[in-house]
């Protein structure tokens, strides 16, 4: 068990361009989640899947985010235009079905 | 929505004192209850949970009870150490919902030698 691993760890962007971020969950887990964490707050979930399938987004999710899980497996998380309001931190985390959720060391992103 | 309120920080105290972090939900139901912690430089950790009323969570030295007529889920520990510096979130399942976590705040913690 090697936990939650995201990549990049930091990412600094400048305003307008794409970036994608990878979340490797823990082997077997079915059930990954984004969530975004900004300066003084705690998480706030993004969206989650289970296998393959995205099965909720939150609002929070505007048309610029796009999270897939191709093979039910590794996660990436795109945001088109970046704008400076995005920047945060990036939470990943896994389960097997309702248990408990691990989570990965996060991308922090600064966008300029 | 659903919220969790914990108190605020930042908390400082001696090593040895005694800890209290208060923790209240909204969610309906019967939600899961969570604490976790995040050392500097470092990811999200659990640090003990409970899944239903009365319920007392515990890791090391730490503990929080399941108080549904309070709806509150209260961190504890006797006596803290330099190295229980982090910050603790409290967090909740959603209402309805078997996966969405909902997180408070944050209370930062620093524990002096």
């Known amino acids: 068990d090697t936990g939650v691993s995201q990549d990049p760890r930091h990412k600094i962007t400048k305003r307008g361009q794409n970036v994608t971020f990878r979340c490797d969950p823990i082997?077997?887990?079915?059930?990954l989640y984004w969530y975004r964490q900004t300066l003084g707050q705690g998480p706030e979930f993004l969206t989650y899947?289970?296998?393959?399938?995205?099965?909720?987004k939150s609002r929070l999710l505007s048309d610029r985010f796009s999270a897939e899980r191709p093979k039910g497996s590794f996660s990436t998380l795109e945001i088109q235009r970046t704008e400076q309001g995005d920047s945060a931190m990036y939470l990943c985390?896994?389960?097997?079905?309702?248990?408990?959720?691990?989570f990965g060391p996060g991308t922090r992103l600064l966008v300029l | 929505g659903d919220s969790v309120t914990q108190m605020e920080g930042p908390v400082t105290l001696s090593e040895e004192a005694f800890l209290t972090i208060n923790c209240t939900y909204t969610?309906?139901?019967?939600?899961?209850l969570f604490w976790y912690v995040q050392y500097p430089g470092e990811g999200l950790q659990l640090l003990l949970k409970?899944?239903?009323?009365?319920d007392k969570g515990s890791n090391k030295g730490f503990e929080a009870t399941y108080r549904k007529e309070t709806t509150s889920f209260h961190l504890e520990k006797g006596s803290v150490q330099v190295s229980d510096s982090a910050v603790y979130f409290c967090?909740?399942?959603?209402?309805?919902?078997?996966?969405?976590?909902?997180f408070g705040k944050g209370t930062l913690l620093t524990v002096n030698p």
């Open positions: 899947f289970q296998n393959e399938a995205q099965l909720e």
């Open positions: 969610a309906t139901g019967y939600p899961s």
């Open positions: 985390a896994s389960s097997i079905g309702k248990e408990t959720q691990y």
């Open positions: 082997s077997e887990h079915n059930r």
């Open positions: 967090a909740s399942t959603s209402g309805g919902s078997n996966y969405k976590l909902t």
């Open positions: 409970a899944t239903k009323a009365d």
